[in-house]
């Protein structure tokens, strides 16, 4: 399916240079002079490797059309992370170097989406807002404002990411799971 490439989003499978790439980041960037164009941060999703690129507001890109099945999470061990869809009770496991960091946010009985290519998966689609509780992180600096900076913290799960001057430990907070960034401090 093809799209302007002003519509690459994060996320997004693409067909690019006979490989297919998940699409990492984007910037749209609008100079003073010539044509706009859409940055774009890609990662092969059979080879592993990195490659920045910039697509021309006027291009078009070849979508990859992906199969998506909802499972539910088990259990992992040292390498792997084990699913089952709740429909065919079907079980699959997923490599970690697959699922990349996102595995630490992975909770028991969580329904993910997982993307198939030629009937291999190739991704997880988490939900986009996860709970998680911060077990450290700095004290806040006396007059520092919450717009200011973010100091560092570390998740239950051992994730690092950066919060708000306010959060203290225990705190629960929201957290993006396409980005790792904090979104709210939860009640």
């Known amino acids: ?9 994060p996320g997004m499978i693409i067909e690019h240079k006979g490989d297919y790439w998940n699409v990492l ?13 859409n940055q774009v941060e890609l990662k092969s999703v059979i080879k592993g490797t990195k490659l ?3 697509f021309r507001s ?21 390498e792997k992370c084990f699913f089952m869809n ?3 009770f079907e079980q699959i496991s997923l490599s970690k170097k697959v699922t990349g960091e996102k595995y630490k946010l992975l909770s028991e009985n969580l329904e993910v989406g997982i993307k198939f290519l030629n009937e291999e998966p ?6 986009i807002n996860i709970e998680c509780k911060i077990i450290s992180t700095e004290g806040s600096i006396k007059g520092q404002t919450a717009a200011s900076s973010y100091k560092p913290a570390v998740l239950d799960n051992g994730i ?14 929201i957290l993006d799971t396409r980005t790792l960034e904090y979104v709210r401090k939860v009640k």
């Open 1 to 9: 399916m093809k799209i302007n490439a002003i519509e690459i989003k």
């Open 25 to 37: 980041k984007t910037q749209h960037v609008k100079p003073g002079k010539g044509g706009a164009f």
């Open 52 to 54: 920045n690129e910039r």
């Open 58 to 78: 006027n291009e078009t890109i070849e979508k990859a059309e992906l199969d998506e099945k909802k499972f539910n999470y088990l259990y992992s061990d040292d």
């Open 86 to 88: 709740n429909k065919d």
């Open 122 to 127: 190739i991704m997880i689609e988490l939900p």
């Open 160 to 173: 690092n990411i950066n919060v708000p001057p306010f959060i203290e430990n225990n705190d629960k907070i």
